[in-house]
């Protein structure tokens, strides 16, 4: 087997001792050549994206409880559950100092709205009790909510993308998925499930060393302890999520203390990169709590640099509205994204 296909498997966690079985090694969702096979093997390199700017928006009404973020036709599109007036889909200008429209979700306020994004002239927002996606187009002019017709795990919904190469739409289970869940969202009434279309998730191994320490601890403390080692190291308590073109998934983990972006290959499931976000920017306050709540891609230019990956940071203010954080990342190789 040439070396840079064996090079590839591994990194793809795909064992390289025998030939590559297309459909048992590989997500369904894959691309029809090697060399795209190649390109989506190598590391997104995390560590090496640089941050070039972090937009700020205090105390406005889209930032209060926001969920996420999706850029379509020039507006920033906020979810947010203010559970008054300012819940809902915000249109929000690019410098997040004006929201210009508001759009409230068709199954009404009772709902938690979750991170969005958007395909075609739609920003799909996932909703969860009950569960399904709210499907607006980007001109509000039409806007509906689609139930899911299946629920594989609990906790779903708190995210939802459109993958670039079959249109469908995933989502997750919140706590250690074990998959990304595929729905058609084209359709009318219903999103219904593609279980056929599914991409596992692999978590990782966890450290020997812990794990031994963890086995000398006394019994009664031990399934706390391993529950703190899983939140540490395992893709959990995603907020969102984003596909790249390369046949990656871009994962946050709003771990509190342990913030992190995860990513995972799509082509095979296996975690291939992590990278530390603490969620502490001006949390002056005792008791408030910041979340990193959205991840999206979008070609942008924030202070005369190109920025690829956004990651929205919210600011829980208990006496005030929320603020909302908006970290701009630059990729020094965008296309291997």
């Not at 926001?66 to 559970?83: C, F, I």
């Not at 300012?86 to 759009?103: E, I, N, P, Q």
């Amino acid at each position: 087997m040439d070396r840079r296909i064996r090079g590839a498997l591994s990194r793809l966690g795909v064992a390289v001792k025998r030939p590559l079985r297309v459909h048992s090694d590989l997500s369904p969702v894959r691309p029809g050549s090697v060399a795209a096979i190649l390109r989506a093997s190598e590391g997104p390199g995390l560590d090496g994206w640089t941050v070039i700017g972090v937009s700020k928006a205090e105390n406005a009404a889209f930032a209060h409880e926001a969920q996420g973020l999706t850029l379509a036709a020039g507006h920033w599109y906020v979810s947010a559950n203010g559970d008054d007036d300012r819940d809902g889909l915000h249109k929000v200008s690019l410098d997040l100092t004006s929201s210009t429209r508001r759009l409230e979700c068709p199954v009404g306020r009772s709902v938690h709205i979750g991170s969005p994004s958007h395909a075609s002239g739609w920003i799909f927002v996932p909703t969860q009790t009950p569960f399904g996606v709210w499907r607006a187009s980007i001109d509000f002019s039409r806007s509906t909510w689609l139930a899911a017709s299946e629920l594989p795990e609990d906790d779903m919904f708190a995210w939802c993308d459109i993958h670039p190469m079959n249109g469908l739409l995933y989502t997750s289970n919140f706590r250690e998925p074990p998959a990304l869940r595929a729905y058609d969202a084209s359709g009318a009434g219903a999103l219904k499930r593609i279980a056929s279309a599914d991409i596992p998730i692999v978590q990782p191994s966890l450290p020997a060393e812990s794990l031994r320490l963890i086995d000398s601890a006394t019994p009664g403390r031990q399934p706390e302890m391993l529950d703190r080692l899983r939140q540490r190291h395992f893709t959990t308590n995603v907020q969102s999520a984003c596909f790249t073109a390369n046949c990656r998934v871009l994962m946050i983990c709003d771990v509190d203390h342990a913030e992190r972006i995860h990513c995972h290959s799509a082509l095979t499931g296996v975690l291939m990169d992590t990278r530390n976000l603490p969620a502490d920017s001006a949390d002056e306050a005792a008791f408030d709590r910041n979340e990193l709540e959205g991840i999206t891609l979008a070609p942008l230019t924030v202070n005369g640099r190109r920025a690829h990956v956004h990651v929205l940071e919210l600011n829980n203010d208990n006496h005030s509205g929320d603020d909302l954080y908006l970290w701009h990342f630059n990729v020094p190789c965008p296309e291997l994204l």
